[in-house]
Structures are given as C-alpha cells and as structure tokens.
C-alpha cells in the first residue's frame, strides 16, 4: 500500500513541476492550470480518470446513431423460412431477388439514407448528412466518420463511387437496377468522406436512389474482369449489423451477429433463414419449432389466425404497408400469340379474378388495375378491373384471327395453333390453383394451357432470359414506386426488368415526362394516365394484391408493427425463454 502511494506522490510531484513550468512559459493561464491540477488530483484520489469523458462520449455518440438503442436481452437466433433460395447474395446483380434481399438488406448491406418506419421520410444513416442544389441536379453526401465495415476498415467517399461506378458499369450484369441512374453525369470525390452526385435531368426519384443503394467496400469487391463481380455470389461482406457465416446449399444460410458493428447491436445472435419449398412443411416446421418466422400464404394465414391453441404459440399478424406486393400473369410479347392487344384482353377476361380472391385467398386479398399500391395516390382509383366474361374472350379472339380452323377445338392462326406454356415457382399452391384455373378457363374459349413449373433460381434465371410463354409472379412495392424498371421499352435487353417486351411509345413517354416531374399532383396524374393506358394495352394481367402475414415464435419479443412494416432487429427473446446458445 505504501509503495502505490509513494508513486502517487511521486506522479503528483511530476505533474506539479511541469505545470510550473508551463507557468512560467504563460502566466496568463495560471488559473487554469490550477482548476486542472485540482480536477486531475480528485479525479485519481476518486479512481475515476477519465470515466466522465469516456461516459459522456460514449452518450453523445449514442445519442448522434440513427437507429434507436435496443432493449432486452442478449442472446438467441431468430430462423426464417425463405421459401425459395436465393440465386445469389450480390443484391446489385439482376440475378437478386426477394429472398437475396430478405437475407442482406439492412442486415450484411447498409444504405446512406433509409425510411422512417412512422414517418416515412428519408433519414441519414451512413450518410451524416446530405444537401440537395435549388436546381436539383446536385446532392452532396456527407458520410459519418464512425462508421466501418464488418472487417474494421472505414468506409469513405471511395466505396461510395465504386459502388456507384460498378453499378453504371455496362458490363455488370445490373440493368434493371442502372435504369434508376440515368440522369446522373457523375459522381465527384470533394474529400474522404464527401460525394457530390451531378445529374443531367431532374428526377424526383433521384435523392431516393441516390441515398438506397447498398455501400460496397472497394476493397473486397474491386474486379478486374467483371465476371469476376457478375459471378460472385456468396460471401457478402458489408456494414451491417451481421455478418456472413455459411450457405449451405437447398439447407440454409447463416449471419451471425457482428460484434464490431459501429451502430447499436442487435439483441439476436444469428439470423438462419431456412429454404423450405413447400407450404405444407414450412408450418409443420415452424410448429415443431424448427422454424421461428413464416410469411404464411393467405389460406394458411386464414386457416389458423382463429385457432386459439397456435396463437397460445405464435404471433399471428396481418398488416398493410406499402411494400405489400402485387401479383400478376405476364404474356410475353415476344410470342406470336400475345403480340395482339386483343389476345392480351381476352387472356384477361378468361380469368376469374374475384374468385382467386375470394376463395382460393379466402378473402385476403384484393384485386387489382396495376402496379401501384392501391392506398397510394399513384393509384388511379377511377380504373375498375375487366370481368371475369367468356363471352367477350371470344369475341376478342375471334377479331385478332384466332380461330378452330381445322376443327381440333383449339384455335389456330396461320398454321400456328394457339398452346402456350404457363410458367410458375414450384412449390406454391396458389400458384398451382392459377395454373389449373387458366387451363380449365383456356378449355372454354378453345386454347391449350400447359403448367410449366420450376424451382425458383431455375424460374428467375429462366425469367431473366426470356425463356417463357407467360409467367404468374408477385412484385414487391415502394412507397412510391417508378414503373420504368418494368415498363419501359428500353428494359427489354439486357436482362432488364421489362421481361415480358411491352414495347409502346406512349407509355414510354409518360414514364419519362413523370420522372421529370418534381410536383406531385402533376405527377400522379401523369402516372393515373399510364395506369389507364396499362388498363387498355393488358400487358400483364393484373391479379390481386394482399396484406401482409407473419406467424411468429411468442418467445419474441418487442415487435412492433410500423407504417412501413416490421423490423427484426429490433426484437429480442427473455434469457428465460431462449432456445439456442
């Protein structure tokens, strides 16, 4: 005890001599020094140096995070079911998909900017802050200075523009994700952590695209050859809150909780997302718990939301938000039946879509005129959705020249005889139900439906290359959301999003003059037109759209339904209710 307080003393001493010294030198900032010396002097007596400072930053940066702290206990996994598996974990290549962004987005992969799930405004995330020109044809980025990648190295203005450039790199393979970029000229370095964006043309989705795209990190994904970037699909290396672990193929894919996260943690450990094909094994094997969350199809949903005995076990949630998804059936015009608007029409008489809705959804669902979220106003609510009428499929096929000339009960035109295959993900029994409703409808007016079903990465690469007569598939929505992607005759090739070549200049124009257009009411008329002119044209017919569903493990906890849905990372399992270590 007394050598610690002889090297007290001794340390004091030496502090006294060199304040008296810096005296000396500055006699101005004796009092000062003084106040120093006392705080320094009571701050080692209290055995508590440096404890308020490290205390009060450690709050301040708290407090500067853009997600909230989280509450509750540490531990646990949370097992998805991903029905389908994904073709790839490199959400910026056109072979991602729905599942590839369930796995990554927000949890592997972070954004500049992200909605507020209640207010629904953009909000910096690993941008600090961003400044948009009078003009609009400039946005300057400010990243963070705290914020890493999962291997500890900063993220600066370097993999923001690599990001950016290997996005607008024509031989990526990311055209239906560099159609959002076409209005922009450049993207400038100011310092390391500062981008500027410059635009040729305004367009009011610019600061969304700009701000909700994935930050990569230059040194894990820089490429020589893109091949190199196209075909790398696993091992995603991010930002976010976890990590990558493993894929094992057809079985699961495995984050675990990134330890070195620069935000607040997560309270969960691991997210396992489990690829169960089928319907029918997804419940049984959230039931005998192998499973902690299943987005349940509309039947299940309706089947058990009243069983009181599941409910003891699980959340049963239904929730609409404007990322609900809209499902349709998409002729692809490069087949000679489908050319004629006609055909297109009649194809959409034939289907019975109040029933599809009503039973086969057992009422959860609605249907619908187009691709926009039917509570939004870019909605035209005006539209009414074509009836269910064989009659006037007949008639229509008859006009366009499709007719029984020889007498088999098919229809034919120029030697060509009216069958088409129907194309769907295995696995999913409405969509089995639309393949056997369309053949039973298609007997009626003389045409030959053929079920054509494939496991989803063979159905999505199958999509991507055209290789289709027509397609049945559901598309997530935005809050708003711009149908150049898949509408504009310019996503036609190169694996754009336009896979079904729905090729009319006036819609083209009116998706072009609306992405110009920075007023709303104007805008939404504009897009109220274009739903209208999709209404006529029948490129896809428009099936239904649905709320959302969720059953969940009751062990979770924390979860809450907000405006823009759910969000995992912000539930947590009671220590006395976790089920894995």
Same mark, same amino acid.
């Given at each position: 005890?007394?050598?610690?307080?002889?090297?007290?003393?001794?340390?004091?001493?030496?502090?006294?001599?060199?304040?008296?010294?810096?005296?000396?030198?500055?006699?101005k900032?004796?009092?000062?020094?003084?106040?120093?010396?006392?705080?320094?002097?009571?701050?080692?007596?209290?055995?508590?140096?440096?404890?308020?400072?490290?205390?009060?930053?450690s709050?301040?940066?708290?407090?500067?995070l853009?997600?909230?702290?989280?509450?509750?206990?540490?531990?646990?996994?949370?097992?998805?079911?991903?029905?389908?598996?994904?073709h790839t974990?490199?959400?910026?290549?056109?072979?991602?998909?729905?599942?590839?962004n369930?796995?990554?987005?927000?949890n592997?992969?972070?954004?500049?900017?992200?909605?507020?799930?209640?207010?629904?405004?953009?909000?910096?995330?690993?941008?600090e802050?961003?400044?948009?020109?009078?003009?609009?044809?400039?946005?300057?980025?400010?990243?963070?200075?705290?914020?890493?990648?999962?291997?500890?190295?900063?993220?600066?203005?370097?993999?923001?523009?690599?990001t950016?450039?290997?996005?607008?790199?024509?031989?990526?393979?990311?055209?239906?994700?560099?159609?959002?970029?076409?209005?922009?000229?450049?993207?400038?370095?100011?310092?390391?952590?500062?981008?500027?964006?410059v635009?040729d043309e305004?367009?009011w989705?610019?600061?969304?695209?700009?701000?909700?795209?994935?930050?990569?990190?230059?040194?894990?994904?820089?490429?020589?050859?893109?091949?190199?970037?196209?075909?790398?699909?696993?091992?995603?290396?991010?930002?976010?809150?976890?990590?990558f672990?493993?894929?094992?193929?057809?079985?699961?894919?495995?984050?675990?909780?990134?330890e070195?996260?620069?935000? $607040?943690k997560?309270?969960?450990?691991?997210? #396992?997302f489990?690829?169960?094909?089928?319907?029918?094994?997804a419940?049984?094997?959230?039931?005998?718990?192998?499973?902690?969350?299943?987005?349940?199809?509309?039947?299940?949903?309706y089947?058990?939301?009243?069983?009181?005995?599941?409910?003891?076990r699980?959340?049963c949630?239904?929730?609409?938000?404007?990322?609900v998804?809209?499902?349709?059936i998409?002729?692809n015009?490069?087949?000679?039946?489908?050319?004629?608007?006609?055909?297109?029409l009649?194809m959409?008489?034939?289907?019975d879509?109040?029933?599809?809705?009503?039973l086969?959804?057992?009422?959860?669902?609605?249907?619908?005129?187009?691709?926009?979220?039917?509570?939004?106003?870019?909605?035209?609510?005006d539209?009414?959705?074509?009836?269910?009428d064989?009659?006037?499929?007949?008639?229509?096929?008859?006009?366009?020249?499709?007719?029984?000339?020889?007498?088999?009960?098919?229809?034919?035109?120029?030697?060509?005889?009216?069958k088409?295959?129907?194309?769907?993900?295995?696995?999913?029994?409405?969509?089995?139900?639309i393949?056997?409703?369309?053949?039973?409808?298609?007997?009626?007016?003389?045409i030959? #439906?053929?079920a054509?079903?494939?496991?989803?990465?063979?159905?999505?690469?199958?999509?991507?290359?055209?290789?289709?007569?027509?397609?049945?598939?559901g598309?997530g929505?935005?809050?708003?959301?711009?149908?150049?992607?898949?509408?504009?005759?310019?996503?036609i090739?190169?694996?754009?999003n336009?896979?079904?070549?729905?090729?009319?200049?006036?819609?083209?124009?009116?998706?072009?003059?609306?992405?110009?257009?920075?007023?709303?009411?104007?805008?939404?008329?504009?897009?109220?037109?274009?739903?209208?002119?999709? $209404?006529?044209?029948?490129?896809?017919?428009?099936?239904?759209?649905?709320?959302?569903?969720?059953?969940?493990?009751?062990?979770?906890?924390?979860?809450?339904?907000?405006?823009?849905?759910?969000?995992?990372?912000?539930?947590? #399992?009671?220590k006395?209710?976790?089920?894995?270590?």
């Open positions: 005890m007394n050598g610690r307080e002889g090297i007290f003393k001794y340390f004091v001493l030496a502090v006294l001599v060199v304040i008296i010294v810096l005296q000396i030198a500055s006699i900032r004796a009092d000062r020094l003084n106040d120093k010396l006392a705080e320094f002097i009571e701050a080692v007596e209290n055995k508590q140096f440096g404890t308020a400072a490290i205390k009060q930053e709050e301040k940066k708290a407090a500067d853009p997600m909230p702290a989280r509450i509750g206990d540490d531990g646990d996994w949370l097992v998805w079911c991903l029905r389908g598996e994904p974990l490199n959400t910026i290549t056109v072979a991602s998909d729905t599942y590839s369930y796995v990554c987005l927000g592997v992969f972070e954004r500049l900017l992200e909605y507020d799930p209640d207010e629904v405004k953009l909000k910096p995330w690993l941008a802050s961003y400044e948009v020109s009078e003009d609009g044809l400039e946005m300057v980025i400010k990243l963070r200075d705290d914020i890493h990648f999962s291997d500890g190295v900063s993220i600066t203005a370097d993999d923001v523009i690599f950016f450039e290997t996005i607008m790199d024509p031989n990526i393979d990311a055209a239906s994700l560099r159609n959002y970029y076409k209005n922009f000229k450049q993207a400038i370095k100011i310092d390391e952590r500062t981008v500027k964006f635009f305004v367009f989705k610019t600061f969304e695209v700009v701000g909700l795209f994935e930050v990569y990190p230059k040194h894990i994904y820089d490429y020589n050859d893109p091949e190199e970037f196209n075909t790398r699909r696993s091992d995603p290396v991010g930002s976010g809150p976890y990590v672990e493993k894929w094992d193929v057809a079985q699961q894919i495995v984050l675990k909780r990134n070195n996260y620069w935000g $607040h997560p309270k969960i450990k691991k997210l #396992v489990r690829i169960v094909n089928n319907d029918v094994a419940l049984q094997s959230l039931q005998s718990n192998q499973i902690d969350l299943l987005i349940p199809s509309p039947e299940q949903y089947d058990f939301q009243s069983d009181e005995e599941f409910k003891k699980f959340h949630l239904k929730y609409w938000n404007p990322g998804p809209f499902f349709f998409g002729w015009q490069q087949r000679e039946f489908f050319k004629d608007r006609r055909v297109r009649a959409t008489h034939i289907v879509r109040e029933t599809i809705a009503k086969l959804l057992k009422g959860n669902a609605e249907v619908v005129t187009g691709p926009f979220y039917p509570y939004g106003r870019q909605h035209n609510p539209i009414k959705p074509w009836p269910y064989i009659k006037k499929a007949k008639q229509l096929l008859d006009e366009a020249g499709w007719v029984d000339s020889d007498g088999d009960g098919i229809r034919d035109k120029d030697g060509v005889s009216f088409f295959k129907f194309a769907y993900s295995s696995g999913r029994p409405i969509y089995e139900q393949a056997k409703l369309l053949k039973d409808e298609g007997e009626k007016v003389g030959e #439906v053929q054509d079903p494939y496991e989803w990465s063979v159905f999505i690469e199958r999509l991507n290359t055209r290789q289709f007569d027509s397609v049945t598939l598309f929505g935005t809050v708003e959301s711009d149908p150049y992607q898949m509408f504009h005759s310019s996503q090739e190169g694996r754009g336009n896979f079904i070549g729905f090729n009319n200049p006036e819609a083209d124009k009116l998706i072009e003059i609306a992405r110009r257009e920075l007023d709303e009411d104007k805008r939404y008329a504009l897009y109220h037109e274009f739903e209208r002119l999709l $209404h006529e044209e029948q490129p896809y017919t428009f099936l239904f759209t649905r709320p959302s569903f969720r059953f969940i493990d009751k062990r979770f906890d924390n979860i809450v339904i907000h405006k823009l849905g759910l969000d995992e990372k912000e539930w947590y #399992v009671p006395s209710k976790q089920r894995y270590k």
